[in-house]
């Protein structure tokens, strides 16, 4: 079985501060790892994903994470927030047992002016 | 089409009655998924196709809830006698590849209120 854990549904940052959003996960093989962003009023769209090689990731909008399989975390950095920025992440796992991915409950980021 | 297309947008129905929600993938995507995003919770995986392999139906909550797929183009998901708790966003997303390790590319949803 697979899980993802969010720690924090909501995260508050000022613009140009560091931005981090957790994803802990849970897999009995090794897993592919996804950040999905979700915009208001619009759909998700993958932010980034992880599969193989590289343990950093890098995505659009500056947005990267790392693979610690030791932690088993992938969680989501970006070095400097900016208003457009404001959303909902999703961390998503899957793995070659299953097909379909299973996400976390969602991070609500807001950034402050 | 460019993207995953949904209808309708939005749906309100009364408890008791039945829904139908549509989802038009992306063309040549052989896979489809369906999800459920209750407010402010996760994406509740429901129900997966590929091909013309059997679904994968593990994550339909009920026998009240069933999907079908015409070979790799619409999918209908429908809901008998629906019940408040069925209140959500439904998301359709389709992809190219037979394992999760390529991107799905997700409609807008489908907000479904019952009353």
């Known amino acids: 079985a697979q899980s993802v854990t969010q720690l924090g549904s909501h995260v508050s940052v000022s613009e140009g501060a560091l931005v981090l959003l957790r994803c802990n996960y849970s897999?009995?093989?090794?897993?592919?790892l996804f950040w999905y962003v979700q915009y208001p009023n619009q759909g998700l769209q993958l932010l980034l994903k992880?599969?193989?090689?590289?343990?950093l990731v890098k995505g659009i909008n500056g947005f990267e994470a790392e693979f610690k399989k030791s932690e088993t975390s992938f969680h989501l950095t970006k070095p400097s927030a900016h208003m457009s920025d404001a959303a909902e992440y999703f961390c998503?796992?899957?793995?070659?047992?299953?097909?379909?991915?299973?996400f976390g409950s969602g991070t609500r980021l807001q950034v402050q002016p | 089409g460019a993207g995953v297309s949904q209808s309708p947008s939005n749906k309100v129905t009364e408890k008791g009655k039945d829904v139908e929600l549509r989802c038009d993938p992306i063309?040549?995507?052989?896979?489809l998924y369906w999800y459920r995003q209750r407010l402010g919770q996760g994406l509740e995986f429901l129900i997966y196709?590929?091909?013309?392999?059997?679904?994968?139906k593990s994550g339909l909550p009920s026998d009240r809830f069933s999907a079908e797929r015409t070979g790799e183009s619409v999918s209908t998901l429908t809901i008998q006698r629906t019940q408040q708790e069925d209140s959500a966003v439904y998301l359709c997303?389709?992809?190219?590849?037979?394992?999760?390790?390529?991107?799905?590319?997700f409609g807008q949803g489908t907000r479904l209120t019952v009353v």
């Open positions: 997303a389709s992809s190219l590849a037979r394992i999760m390790n390529t991107e799905a590319f």
């Open positions: 897999s009995s093989v090794p897993p592919y």
């Open positions: 992880y599969t193989t090689g590289a343990t």
């Open positions: 998503a796992v899957s793995d070659t047992g299953r097909r379909a991915l299973t």
């Open positions: 063309s040549g995507h052989t896979a």
């Open positions: 196709f590929q091909g013309n392999s059997a679904p994968d």
